[in-house]
């Protein structure tokens, strides 16, 4: 029984972990192209298209 509760935690982690990570990147990409370079066109094109 608790075998087969890690292998489903595993993969339901995974699962969960994926949206959190793409918000993180597409944050991070925000900020560097607004801030550092300066490419307020694509941080406008990130901030319009995030939300899928």
Same mark, same amino acid.
């Given at each position: !029984?608790?075998?087969?509760?890690?292998?489903?935690?595993? &993969? /339901?982690? /995974?699962?969960?972990? =994926?949206? =959190?990570?793409?918000?993180?990147?597409?944050? !991070?990409?925000?900020? /560097?192209?607004? %801030? &550092? =370079?300066?490419?307020? %066109?694509?941080? %406008?094109?990130?901030?319009?298209?995030?939300?899928?």
């Amino acid at each position: !029984m608790n075998r087969l509760f890690r292998k489903y935690h595993r &993969w /339901i982690a /995974i699962v969960l972990c =994926l949206p =959190l990570f793409i918000t993180v990147l597409t944050g !991070m990409a925000y900020t /560097i192209a607004d %801030e &550092w =370079l300066h490419q307020s %066109e694509f941080g %406008e094109f990130l901030r319009r298209h995030s939300h899928v």
